[in-house]
């Protein structure tokens, strides 16, 4: 059921007797200029100014400010037409535009309008307010919200629906004044919130309100229990729904919740909310409001000042509730419209699992799982410890060793093969600056490798010493051929794509050969990145496929474009598409590395996987100033039609870290 708001706007008629005059040229302008003038005022709700015939334009203000103080900051656009003159009347048409919850009432009304001591004027009247209004009507506003559409996953399963709810609280009006404090800080230790705080709320509001401690999801074995909630006197549960994901983690980041307008939302959705209404807060349900949202239904009303309508012009005095009398007469009627539902690519199954496998973790982390053949965004979940940032597709962290496979591809470009032999010593110096390996890089792989081996082991200093065969703008190039730092057009949500600057000193230039420097990703674009080398192919991430139903600017003023999906760090702007596509040609070595990895590197853990055979890389990439510096832990993956990067901050090494997460994931998403 959609909440039902009511404005009412009193109508008393000033009613005026003056002589009526033909209007010849000079007076038709006369009067449409009085007429103009009085048009204005009504457009801006300030008449105090305007030429009122019989009427002190003070007095009309007044008036006019009672009859709008129901609409806030709503304001009519009203504007005068040409002046014509039938036997001896002259008048005027006056056409009204309301937005009344994001729905347009329009209809013209006739003024007369004559001359007053000299000077033309209007008639101020009823009639000239809205359609037939008579005197002591009043202009009654009743709206309601329409079924808000669901969030689909693929094949339309519903992730976003109204599921039942029951709201707990205390009312007040069934409890007496002395319990009411023992009572409130009774329910709220029992449903897990700040006992004196809603002790407060409780205290603060009206002797007959219901003060709402929580909503809980009403669903088998849940606690508290309906017995132990009406257990504290002046306790209730109030039954209802809300549209709700299967479970509060539920790509929480992604999809974002529903709840009461803002004061802030109401302001910027100029008439479209107002106080109470549902709205989205955050993630899809923030950016594709107005989609999914719908469109309010609209009456106007006019029903007399009492309580009753006019008939034939006359009030009832005394209306009897039984008489006709008393039914109001609707003035403008514009049905709901409900909302349309977002359908996304998100598979319930693998997004549930990439949630459930964060569960335990504590830093901010995050799962991007994709479909290689079609770019589908089937999991994008961001852990407990990113507290509902959406770190799986806006987190900007260094990548550390993963980036070795932008390297690789900007190699195999310059003539290189995964045979080619390569130098990984313990350190390398670079213009006084000292890299090394990770802490246990095995001491058999180092002195002269294939860059196969280096990539398997992932050996910082023999990748950069290869920073003399392919320059910064390389590194650039075959970044974008994999899907970073370029606009991702099909995606419909935001996101950052990646950061790979251009150019670089020699000292940043080597750091980017191991993903550091300035050299930034998110978990989505490593998804992206290790989604074309499975491909054979550039990957361009989806996940809204209707963006392009309903509106999509949003009351909260959120970015709402669904082709604009690269939100980028100051340091770089993207690029719209991809100079050069990765081809099947290229993406082979890459492929046979990233199996080499399991087979012969340091992942060898993903052998267990059933399936298809899992090709991997992991990184680690060093941050801030501690000593031992803190550290990004990554791993991506890619087993059968399937892509996904684990990522956690603050996570020691992406192998030990990372790598048991992809496991899981991989693992029970085979089965």
């Given at each position: 059921m959609g909440n039902m708001r009511t404005a009412s706007f009193v109508l008393s008629a000033v009613l005026l007797g003056a002589v009526?005059?033909?209007?010849?040229?000079?007076?038709?302008?006369?009067?449409?200029?009085?007429?103009?003038?009085?048009?204005?005022?009504?457009?801006?709700?300030?008449?105090?100014?305007?030429?009122?015939?019989?009427?002190?334009?003070?007095?009309?203000?007044?008036?006019?400010?009672?009859?709008?103080?129901?609409?806030?900051?709503?304001?009519?656009?009203?504007?005068?037409?040409?002046?014509?003159?039938?036997?001896?009347?002259t008048t005027v048409p006056f056409d009204f535009s309301w937005e009344l919850s994001g729905r347009e009432w329009k209809y013209t009304t006739t003024a007369e309008v004559d001359q007053s001591g000299?000077?033309?004027?209007?008639?101020?009247?009823?009639?000239?307010?809205?359609?037939?209004?008579?005197?002591?009507?009043?202009?009654?506003?009743?709206?309601?919200?329409?079924?808000?559409?669901?969030?689909?996953?693929?094949?339309?399963?519903?992730?976003?629906?109204?599921?039942?709810?029951?709201?707990?609280?205390?009312?007040?009006?069934?409890?007496?004044?002395?319990?009411?404090?023992?009572?409130?800080?009774?329910?709220?230790?029992?449903?897990?919130?700040?006992?004196a705080e809603y002790a407060k709320q409780v205290a603060a509001s009206g002797p007959q309100a219901f003060v709402q401690a929580i909503v809980l999801r009403d669903?088998?074995?849940?606690?508290?229990?309906?017995?132990?909630?009406?257990?504290?006197?002046?306790?209730f549960a109030l039954g209802g729904t809300l549209p709700l994901a299967p479970t509060r983690e539920f790509a929480r980041a992604v999809l974002g919740t529903v709840g009461d307008a803002t004061a802030e939302q109401i302001q910027k959705s100029k008439g479209e909310l107002n106080a109470g209404d549902q709205t989205g807060q955050g993630g899809l349900e923030a950016q594709y409001d107005d989609q999914l949202r719908g469109k309010d239904g609209v009456t106007v009303l006019a029903v007399n000042q009492n309580g009753a309508s006019s008939q034939g012009g006359q009030a009832s005095?005394?209306?009897?509730?039984?008489?006709?009398?008393?039914?109001?007469?609707?003035?403008?009627?514009?049905?709901?419209?409900?909302?349309?539902?977002?359908?996304?690519?998100?598979?319930?199954?693998?997004?549930?699992?990439?949630?459930?496998?964060?569960?335990?973790?504590?830093?901010?982390?995050?799962?991007?799982?994709?479909?290689?053949?079609?770019?589908?965004?089937?999991a994008a979940a961001s852990g407990p410890g990113?507290?509902?940032?959406?770190?799986?597709?806006?987190?900007?962290?260094?990548?550390?060793?993963?980036?070795?496979?932008?390297?690789?591809?900007?190699?195999?470009?310059?003539?290189?093969?995964?045979?080619?032999?390569?130098?990984?010593?313990p350190t390398l110096t670079v213009d006084g600056k000292n890299f090394q390996n990770a802490t246990g890089y095995p001491e058999d792989h180092l002195g002269t490798i294939t860059l196969e081996d280096a990539y398997a082991h992932s050996c910082n200093t023999a990748f950069i010493s290869q920073r003399?065969?392919?320059?910064?703008?390389?590194?650039?190039?075959?970044?974008?051929?994999?899907?970073?730092?370029?606009?991702?057009?099909?995606?419909?949500?935001?996101?950052?794509?990646?950061s790979v600057p251009a150019t670089a000193g020699t000292t940043e230039h080597a750091a980017s050969m191991i993903g550091q420097g300035q050299i930034l990703m998110s978990p989505l674009s490593a998804a992206v990145m290790a989604a074309s080398v499975q491909k054979g192919g550039l990957v361009s991430p989806r996940l809204v496929l209707n963006a392009?139903?309903?509106?999509?600017?949003?009351?909260?003023?959120?970015?709402?474009?669904?082709?604009?999906?690269?939100?980028?760090?100051?340091?770089?702007?993207?690029a719209q598409a991809a100079a050069k596509p990765?081809?099947?040609?290229?993406?082979?070595?890459?492929?046979?590395?990233?199996?080499?990895?399991?087979?012969?590197?340091?992942?060898?853990?993903?052998?267990?996987?059933?399936?298809?055979?899992?090709?991997?890389?992991?990184?680690?990439?060093?941050?801030?100033?501690?000593?031992?510096?803190?550290?990004?832990?990554?791993?991506?993956?890619i087993h059968g039609d399937l892509a996904v990067a684990v990522f956690v901050d603050e996570g020691g090494l992406g192998a030990t870290i990372s790598g048991p997460l992809l496991t899981n994931f991989l693992t029970k998403a085979s089965q």
């Open positions: 009526l005059t033909s209007c010849d040229d000079g007076s038709k302008a006369a009067a449409e200029a009085a007429a103009k003038d009085l048009s204005s005022g009504l457009s801006s709700l300030d008449v105090s100014h305007a030429a009122l015939a019989g009427t002190e334009a003070s007095a009309a203000q007044s008036q006019l400010k009672g009859i709008v103080a129901g609409l806030g900051d709503v304001k009519p656009t009203v504007t005068s037409g040409q002046a014509t003159t039938s036997n001896g009347t000299g000077h033309w004027a209007v008639k101020w009247s009823p009639g000239l307010l809205a359609p037939g209004l008579q005197a002591g009507e009043v202009l009654e506003l009743k709206t309601t919200a329409p079924p808000r559409g669901d969030i689909l996953g693929a094949n339309d399963a519903q992730l976003v629906t109204e599921r039942p709810v029951k709201r707990v609280g205390i009312d007040k009006a069934k409890t007496p004044a002395s319990q009411l404090d023992s009572s409130a800080r009774a329910l709220a230790s029992l449903v897990g919130i700040d006992p669903v088998p074995g849940r606690t508290p229990t309906d017995e132990q909630i009406a257990a504290v006197p002046g306790a005095a005394s209306p009897s509730p039984s008489s006709s009398a008393v039914q109001p007469r609707a003035l403008f009627t514009a049905p709901a419209q409900a909302g349309t539902p977002l359908r996304t690519t998100l598979d319930p199954k693998l997004q549930q699992l990439a949630d459930d496998t964060l569960a335990s973790v504590g830093p901010a982390s995050a799962i991007v799982a994709i479909r290689p053949s079609d770019g589908s965004v089937l990113s507290n509902g940032y959406n770190t799986a597709m806006l987190g900007q962290y260094a990548p550390g060793s993963i980036f070795k496979t932008v390297d690789s591809l900007a190699l195999f470009r310059q003539g290189a093969t995964p045979d080619l032999k390569v130098q990984c010593t003399d065969k392919v320059s910064q703008a390389q590194l650039e190039s075959a970044a974008t051929s994999l899907g970073l730092a370029i606009d991702a057009p099909q995606l419909g949500a935001d996101a950052f794509m990646g392009g139903e309903g509106e999509q600017a949003t009351s909260a003023g959120a970015p709402a474009s669904a082709t604009t999906s690269a939100i980028q760090s100051a340091s770089a702007s993207p990765i081809t099947p040609a290229e993406a082979a070595p890459l492929q046979q590395m990233m199996r080499a990895v399991v087979t012969s590197g340091h992942a060898g853990f993903l052998l267990s996987v059933p399936g298809a055979p899992v090709g991997a890389k992991t990184g680690t990439a060093e941050f801030g100033s501690d000593n031992p510096p803190k550290t990004h832990a990554w791993i991506i993956g």
